[in-house]
């Protein structure tokens, strides 16, 4: 008993005293969100208080002949439809509102809810709206942005379910 009494007497001066730390719980990331105004192109979004953002790792559609036709504005309005009246945030985080004519570049991500976040690039691209730009890797998340492609290439959704590029690859073709 005698040592158990010892025990009961240094741990809680230990405690008070700092020598021994609690684990606490990891704080969250601070990160701050903006609300999209509008979605000039499938790769630019006009964002309140900070001005015309780019989707990183994604080609402009008209680098890969993509006019404004039914497959565009399939793209500007799935993006307007992920972003509408909800907020987004970027990495890395623009510093503030950029002048006229400047685009920042990020990897942008909308919140669905406290713990969902979709990153729009990754999305737009599984859905074949667009492809990979040939600098993708700058992208923190280019292992994701690959994923995405090659699924989308595998179900031969959007880009890769047209004719062209059904005749020249193979892809596209389905068994239907």
Known sequence: MTNLRRWCKIVPVAVLCGCVTVPSSPKPPHWVWFRVTDVVSPVLLRVGGIGVVRLRGVEPPERFRIKAGPLWRRAVDKLRSL??????????????PLPDGAVHEADVFVRISDAEQLNLAAEMVRLGLLRLSKDYKRSKYHILLKNMEQEARS??????????????????KTDR
Do not use: C, D, F, Y
């Not at 972003?83 to 503030?96: A, C, I, Q, S």
């Open 155 to 172: 179900h031969a959704r959007g880009l890769w379910a047209s004719p062209k590029h059904s005749q020249n690859t193979g892809i596209g």
């Open 83 to 96: 972003t509408k009246n909800r907020l987004v945030r970027m990495e890395p985080p623009p510093w503030g």
